[in-house]
């Protein structure tokens, strides 16, 4: 079983920048890929950042490319999501995701994951 906790959510102005964190308790965290996604108001939620359980693969939403950067450290069992020039169309729940334990690669797909956050609010203000 996996527990992961997100923080680092707030309100920021546009051109601004937010570091999110998700904490994973549980086993085998270098062995999962991690991923964030995010749900804006009246959306479906949608794919962001992607990394292999090495850290030595990414992969991004085309909307946050150049702008975020996902990375990991495996001695802390943490995922970070920096995300740089904030845009409006930025605001959202941010979720970090699990995938099941030896499943490292990574994926943009929400049926990867087995594991999921309880989100973490952006709001990003003009």
């Known amino acids: 079983q996996v527990q992961l906790v997100e923080s680092g959510g707030g309100l920021v102005q546009a051109g601004g920048s937010l570091r999110l964190s998700c904490a994973a308790s549980g086993s085998n965290f270098s062995n999962r890929g991690m991923g964030w996604f995010r749900r804006a108001p009246g959306k479906e939620r949608e794919f962001v950042a992607a990394?292999?359980?090495?850290?030595?693969?990414?992969y991004y939403a085309d909307s946050v490319k150049g702008r975020f950067t996902i990375s990991r450290d495996n001695a802390k069992n943490t995922v970070y999501l920096q995300m740089n020039s904030l845009k409006l169309e930025d605001t959202a729940v941010y979720y970090c995701a699990a995938r099941p334990s030896f499943s490292a690669s990574i994926s943009s797909r929400e049926y990867a994951y087995g594991y999921w956050g309880q989100g973490t609010q952006v709001t990003v203000s003009s």
């Open positions: 990394i292999s359980g090495s850290g030595g693969s990414t």
